[in-house]
């Protein structure tokens, strides 16, 4: 990519606008848009990641509906299908806009991150510490690392059992999770990208999460869960990140209110938020953008002079 034209990449936590800014400006300089979201690879679990419905989309995208729920994949793998998605549109002429709030994906993407052999799907280790954390449960796996490798359980919720896996799977090919962490805030960038961050108040963002969740329901939400739990899909849609539907699930499972699942979804997302919003402030290469989520124009159009103006200066977004 020439200096001149950064890969443009729209970051920030979930429900702050990202993928209306990032479709107008892709249809202003008439590209394509690369989903950087870890939920939205997956078929039929549209509603509740909040994918842009097909009707509404006025370019081609990228980086949704690649597999079905609970099928194996990993950021290796999305490494690999993004970068070969910026290469092939480039060549087409301009590079798709990276939009999303899996931080991991977008880094793993713009950055030069060698991912180890076993992290592109499924391997022996990380089954047989699945089917130890389904015996045992998730507090006394995260107690089992710390008693090998306390420094890792320390940066690692006790509750993220897919974290406390592959913190056993570094540890046993002789690696340390933690250390491997710190070592990720210094990789080099592997292409020169434009991040553009999202910023919006807190409290106004929990009034815009708790009006999408509304929506959501609206929408049919419930409905989308029993047709995956239908075709076979409930091991994938209940899985601990599936915030949305592992909630409804539950619900239907034991004839809980619906109305305490959707709290709860509520309550699950601001969480998330606030973890997005953590992980992208480390980032100190993102410009951010302050909206307060009403003049959508005045948003475009303060991001459309940060990339004109990197695009006339020539921008070094990596590191």
Same mark, same amino acid.
């Given at each position: 990519?020439?200096?001149?034209?950064?890969?443009?990449?729209?970051?920030?936590?979930?429900?702050?606008?990202?993928?209306?800014?990032?479709?107008?400006?892709?249809?202003?300089?008439?590209?394509?848009?690369?989903?950087?979201?870890?939920?939205?690879?997956?078929?039929?679990?549209?509603?509740?990641?909040?994918?842009?419905?097909?009707?509404?989309?006025?370019?081609?995208?990228?980086?949704?509906?690649?597999?079905?729920?609970?099928?194996?994949?990993?950021?290796?793998?999305?490494?690999?299908?993004?970068?070969?998605?910026?290469?092939?549109?480039?060549?087409?002429?301009?590079?798709?806009?990276?939009?999303?709030?899996?931080?991991?994906?977008?880094?793993?993407?713009?950055?030069?991150?060698?991912?180890?052999?076993?992290?592109?799907?499924?391997?022996?280790?990380?089954?047989?510490?699945?089917?130890?954390?389904?015996?045992?449960?998730?507090?006394?796996?995260?107690?089992?690392?710390?008693?090998?490798?306390?420094?890792?359980?320390?940066?690692?919720?006790?509750?993220?059992?897919?974290?406390?896996?592959?913190?056993?799977?570094?540890?046993?090919?002789?690696?340390?999770?933690?250390?491997?962490?710190?070592?990720?805030?210094?990789?080099?960038?592997?292409?020169?990208?434009?991040?553009?961050?999202?910023?919006? $108040?807190? /409290?106004? %963002?929990?009034? #815009?999460?708790?009006?999408? @969740? !509304?929506?959501? +329901?609206?929408? *049919?939400?419930?409905?989308?869960?029993?047709?995956?739990?239908?075709?076979?899909?409930?091991?994938?849609?209940?899985?601990?990140?599936?915030?949305?539907?592992?909630?409804?699930?539950?619900?239907?499972?034991?004839?809980?209110?619906?109305?305490?699942?959707?709290?709860?979804?509520?309550?699950?997302?601001?969480?998330?938020?606030?973890?997005?919003?953590?992980?992208?402030?480390?980032?100190?290469?993102?410009?951010?953008?302050?909206?307060?989520?009403? $003049?959508? /124009?005045? %948003?475009?159009? #303060?991001?459309?002079?940060? @990339? !004109?103006?990197? +695009?006339?200066? *020539?921008?070094?977004?990596?590191?």
């Amino acid at each position: 990519m020439s200096d001149t034209h950064p890969l443009i990449c729209i970051v920030g936590p979930t429900a702050t606008g990202k993928s209306e800014l990032a479709q107008r400006i892709a249809e202003t300089i008439n590209t394509s848009i690369l989903s950087a979201d870890s939920m939205q690879i997956y078929r039929g679990m549209d509603i509740g990641t909040a994918k842009v419905p097909p009707f509404e989309r006025t370019v081609p995208y990228f980086g949704i509906d690649l597999i079905d729920p609970g099928e194996a994949f990993s950021a290796a793998l999305y490494q690999d299908y993004a970068r070969k998605t910026i290469e092939e549109e480039l060549a087409s002429g301009e590079a798709p806009i990276l939009v999303g709030g899996t931080g991991f994906y977008v880094k793993a993407t713009i950055d030069d991150m060698d991912f180890a052999e076993g992290e592109q799907t499924s391997n022996p280790i990380r089954e047989k510490y699945h089917r130890i954390a389904k015996e045992v449960g998730a507090h006394e796996l995260w107690k089992k690392l710390y008693a090998v490798d306390p420094k890792s359980a320390n940066v690692i919720h006790e509750n993220d059992v897919k974290r406390v896996i592959r913190a056993f799977e570094l540890h046993e090919s002789g690696e340390c999770y933690a250390s491997r962490l710190e070592r990720l805030q210094s990789v080099p960038g592997w292409i020169d990208a434009l991040q553009i961050g999202i910023s919006v $108040d807190p /409290d106004l %963002l929990k009034d #815009r999460i708790d009006h999408r @969740i !509304d929506t959501m +329901r609206e929408e *049919g939400l419930v409905e989308e869960v029993q047709d995956l739990l239908h075709k076979g899909f409930r091991e994938g849609i209940t899985a601990p990140q599936a915030i949305g539907y592992k909630e409804i699930v539950h619900a239907l499972d034991t004839g809980s209110s619906l109305d305490k699942a959707f709290d709860e979804i509520k309550c699950a997302t601001r969480r998330y938020a606030k973890r997005q919003r953590t992980w992208f402030r480390k980032d100190k290469r993102i410009q951010w953008l302050k909206y307060d989520l009403t $003049d959508t /124009d005045d %948003l475009f159009e #303060r991001a459309m002079n940060m @990339i !004109d103006e990197a +695009r006339t200066r *020539g921008h070094h977004g990596t590191r």
